[in-house]
Nanobody
């Protein structure tokens, strides 16, 4: 299973970016998908997650500014980031929880990370 993230970059405060993550390979069923971020000197934190049915959950710090979505047919999860602020600067990672037939637990798979830098 591979997760390929794209869409990071440099943007001025107040700007927008859209991250995308495509899941490929494997034969399991993708359940929850999400985006995490890690800023220098800080712990990795959950930014947003979305269930297979489309229910989304956001960190308080991004609520109302970010929107997560997914395309189950294409195995893609996107993160639309608006009103970006310098404190949003971090490496962003996508994650997918995958279940395989005959097992009763999920496997966590991570993307390689994409840098988002917001200048003031």
């Amino acid at each position: 299973v591979q997760l390929q993230a794209s869409g990071g970059g440099l943007v001025q405060a107040g700007g927008s970016l859209r991250l995308s993550c495509a899941v490929s390979g494997g034969s399991g069923s993708i359940n929850d998908m999400g985006w995490f971020r890690k800023a220098p000197g800080q712990e990795r934190e959950l930014v947003a997650s979305i269930t297979r049915g489309g229910s989304a959950n956001y960190a308080d710090s991004v609520e109302g500014r970010f929107a997560i979505s997914r395309d189950n047919a294409k195995n893609i999860v996107d993160l639309q980031m608006n009103s970006l602020q310098p404190e949003d600067t971090a490496v962003y990672f996508c994650k997918a929880k995958i279940a395989y037939s005959g097992e009763h637990y999920f496997h966590d798979y991570w993307g390689q990370g994409t840098q988002v830098t917001v200048s003031s």
